[in-house]
């Protein structure tokens, strides 16, 4: 395999691209109907609108029609370095290299920053520094809030699939795309914005020697949603155990567990009340969510009532609900300290304040703005998954998922003559497949990254040196806490084995399938991200210490081995 069908070109003007923080948004290839509907036509021109209303760029700097942002290489999802960079040149106090810092730590191999003669813009340098300010002190942005409502609606309106036709259903999946693309516009505002706050907390603490106490005060914010499934989760596995009943339906396996239980019996009512809610509210999260072809709660329950089945073995104890208390209460006691230590200096004081309410609202808006836009990619699952089934009815394709390899473009042409496309599409099936067992390149651009798919190394081949007792691993704080136990090193959340509560779960990067695990270890330690990851955010909101971007550390730790994990400088130190 030489290309990927839905491989994209490098942009001349922006031309580097990475996998840096884009293993969080796509950890697996993204399917060829996902990639070439709702990321080509909602995904990336959202987002190339998103950047151009933040002031980072004019539209007219673009040079790829229609416009792209992100990159595809080998069906895998690349952020826009070269564009990052732009960003970091233009915005007053910044720099290309803080922005790399911020992406890449120490990780080799990253290409020095070139300057490019249109790089130096004062008009876009003032529209950034007009956007700082109102990041810094608006208490609402409500065209994020509108979209989530919008994407409210798209579930709460949504049609009966089954009495739709074939074409019907397409366009619905279309028009969904079409929302897609107005949400992701706040989104990336939401996204650049929620920087600002955290860079200014822990810009002062370091000025004043504290900088493990920044993510400290930047924990259990609330109302972040991202993290509010777990919660609700941990709800219903309380249910669960307080129920012989249902406690019995789950010792006999989730497998069908709904289509077991009674529905008209009153022992239930609470059970299905909180389920139905859960998955009104969550049931669009998957694994690898940002593609519209993996099972959701909603298509596949039994991946939720997993989850729940894994909690119920904890101990009242472990509620996230105490742990949350617990991390709000330290969160209130170290910014009234830190204010106290800057009290006498009014322009730390100014920027720390402003810093920790930026950081609270953005923070929790940049989840309200994921959970808007995967919403609406899920209702465009939801309609190929009903063509995808009278597919299967009619022998065209085998399984469902598979009408995800068809492209957009060629989705029309289908609907006149489905069975022409059959062999296309087993036969695109076998190079997605294989496409999951492989290692993109970390960077690509300017003729980086450009050997042909075939000779890319296998996944999990790629590993630094074993660590050592005695060794210490830096990677970025993630959630305060220091804890030790042993490392538990977990690539796929469904294959996960008992843990114990002083385990520490060490994982390439975490999604929401990953939350449930979150409450049943001490600690996290993942290979990717930052203070705004997944990881980060969850783990803040359940009290949990974690350290991220610990570069290779499901390769370098040793399974079993006793280390300890400091969530506030991002440590991992091995103790035996």
Not at 12 to 25: I, L
Not at 505 to 527: C, H, I, K, Q
């Amino acid at each position: 395999m030489e290309r990927w069908i839905t491989d994209t070109p490098n942009s001349a003007r922006f031309p580097y691209y990475t996998r840096a923080n884009a293993d969080e948004v796509g950890p697996d290839p993204f399917s060829v109907l996902g990639w070439s509907m709702v990321w080509m036509r909602g995904c990336n021109p959202g987002v190339a609108m998103g950047f151009v209303e933040f002031g980072v760029v004019d539209v007219s700097e673009y040079d790829l029609t229609p416009l792209q942002v992100f990159g595809n290489r080998g069906g895998y999802f690349y952020n826009p370095m070269s564009l990052s960079r732009l960003m970091g040149e233009r915005m007053p106090g910044a720099t290309a290299e803080a922005i790399d810092k911020a992406y890449f730590g120490d990780h080799p191999g990253v290409p020095p920053y070139e300057a490019h003669p249109g790089d130096v813009n004062e008009v876009q340098a003032a529209k950034l520094a007009e956007t700082m300010g109102w990041v810094m002190t608006t208490p609402s942005f409500p065209r994020m809030h509108d979209a989530s409502k919008m994407a409210m609606r798209a579930v709460a309106e949504r049609p009966d699939f089954t009495k739709l036709s074939n074409t019907e259903l397409v366009d619905y999946a279309r028009r969904m795309t079409a929302k897609v693309e107005e949400a992701w516009i706040p989104y990336t505002v939401v996204c650049l914005g929620a920087s600002l706050g955290p860079g200014a907390v822990q810009a002062v603490c370091e000025g004043i020697g504290r900088s493990q106490d920044a993510v400290k005060a930047l924990s259990a914010v609330g109302n972040v949603e991202s993290a509010e499934a777990s919660f609700s989760m941990w709800d219903i596995s309380r249910l669960v155990n307080a129920s012989p009943s249902l406690t019995k339906a789950f010792d006999a396996g989730v497998q069908g567990l709904l289509a077991r239980l009674d529905r008209t019996d009153a022992a239930n009512t609470a059970f299905f009340a909180a389920w139905d809610e859960l998955m009104r509210v969550h049931g669009h999260r998957a694994p690898n969510e940002w593609d519209c072809r993996p099972d959701s709660w909603t298509t596949r329950p039994e991946i939720a009532m997993g989850m729940i089945d894994r909690l119920r073995g904890q101990s009242d104890d472990r509620s996230p609900h105490v742990a949350k208390a617990a991390a709000a209460a330290e969160r209130e006691r170290v910014i009234a300290d830190l204010m106290k230590v800057v009290a006498a200096d009014a322009e730390a004081s100014g920027t720390l304040s402003a810093g920790l309410f930026s950081a609270s609202n953005w923070l929790q808006w940049r989840e309200q703005g994921k959970y808007a836009c995967i919403r609406l990619i899920h209702e465009v699952k939801l309609s190929m998954y009903e063509l995808g089934h009278r597919m299967v009815s009619a022998g065209v394709i085998a399984d469902h998922h598979h009408i995800f390899n068809l492209l957009d473009d060629e989705m029309d042409d289908f609907l006149v003559d489905p069975a022409r496309y059959s062999a296309v599409i087993a036969e695109r099936e076998v190079g997605f497949q294989e496409l999951h067992h492989l290692e993109p390149p970390y960077i690509v651009g300017n003729g980086r990254g450009d050997e042909p798919v075939h000779t890319w190394p296998r996944r999990n081949a790629i590993g630094g040196e074993v660590a050592k007792v005695g060794d210490v691993l830096q990677g970025g704080p993630g959630a305060p806490g220091v804890i030790t136990g042993r490392a538990r090193i977990v690539l796929d959340p469904m294959d996960a084995p008992d843990m114990d509560p002083t385990d520490i779960l060490v994982a390439p990067t975490t999604d929401p399938s990953w939350a449930p695990l979150f409450l049943s270890v001490g600690g996290v330690v993942v290979n990717v991200g930052a203070v705004g990851s997944h990881a980060a955010i969850v783990s803040r909101e359940l009290g949990v210490p974690c350290a991220v971007s610990v570069i290779q550390a499901t390769s370098r730790i040793p399974e079993g081995a006793l280390i300890t994990v400091d969530g506030s400088t991002g440590t991992v130190t091995i103790i035996g």
